[in-house]
């Protein structure tokens, strides 16, 4: 594997699942992020991790919970959602959080029925 | 707070077509900015970058200057093709002082580019 990964690709879950998505990163980064990218909105930073510190939380409701073990690794759990919580959810990778170039994943397809 | 407006979209183009796709930003520092493209499917990649004003950013032949004096950061290419059917982000950078690795996006600009 290369680069960034995301899994799953396609996601469907009710409102009171329990579900996380998983993000992996093969590039020797220290800084991993995830998005949210809704249609006709732009991309919205929800948390960034630094060393497996977690340096940035854009008021993001607790429903949305981020865990960061390594510095390869990213998972995003979730629980209670609502439907308009259904998006693109992209995972991105860099050298550093300064202004540093970020390499996005594909993104997992959310769906919450 | 920090922001960037692209034009709308959709842009539709016929192939060999000169492209332009507006972007202005707003910030209190100096940021660094981007253009970022999202082919269908797929996740953003780095397009091309610019750290300061009056660098010109390019790749695959499209280009973008770091205007400071009109906040902008326009996207150009001088002969599309139809594999350059995308979406496109302009994005800027928090200063590298601030640590926070934060990119602010515009709202995105699809481009169609017809044969």
């Known amino acids: 594997e290369t680069g960034v990964t995301q899994t799953p690709r396609h996601l469907v879950m009710g409102m009171t699942n329990k579900k996380s998505l998983k993000c992996e990163q093969h590039?020797?980064?220290?800084?991993m992020y995830w998005y949210k990218q809704s249609a006709k909105k732009p991309l919205e930073l929800m948390f960034v991790?630094?060393?497996?510190?977690?340096?940035e939380n854009n008021s993001v409701p607790s429903r949305f919970s981020p865990e960061c073990p390594n510095s390869s690794h990213l998972f995003l759990h979730l629980h209670t959602l609502q439907p308009e919580d259904s998006a693109l959810y992209l995972c991105?990778?860099?050298?550093?959080?300064?202004?540093?170039?970020?390499?996005f994943g594909p993104g997992t397809r959310l769906t919450v029925t | 707070g920090d922001s960037v407006t692209q034009m709308e979209g959709p842009v539709t183009l016929s192939e060999e077509a000169f492209l332009t796709i507006n972007c202005t930003y707003t910030?209190?520092?100096?940021?660094?900015l981007f253009w970022y493209v999202q082919y269908p499917g797929e996740g953003l990649q780095l397009l091309l970058k610019?750290?300061?004003?009056?660098d010109k950013g390019s790749n695959k032949g499209f280009e973008a200057t770091y205007r400071k004096e009109t906040t902008s950061f326009h996207l150009e290419k001088g002969s599309v093709q139809v594999s350059d059917s995308a979406v496109y982000f302009c994005?800027?950078?928090?200063?590298?002082?601030?640590?926070?690795?934060?990119?602010?996006f515009g709202q995105g600009t699809t481009l169609q580019v017809k044969p």
């Open positions: 994005a800027l950078s928090d200063p590298p002082s601030s640590n926070t690795g934060k990119l602010i």
């Open positions: 610019a750290t300061k004003a009056d």
């Open positions: 910030a209190t520092g100096y940021p660094s």
């Open positions: 991105a990778s860099s050298y550093g959080t300064a202004s540093y170039e970020q390499y």
């Open positions: 590039l020797g980064h220290n800084a």
């Open positions: 991790y630094s060393l497996e510190e977690r340096v």
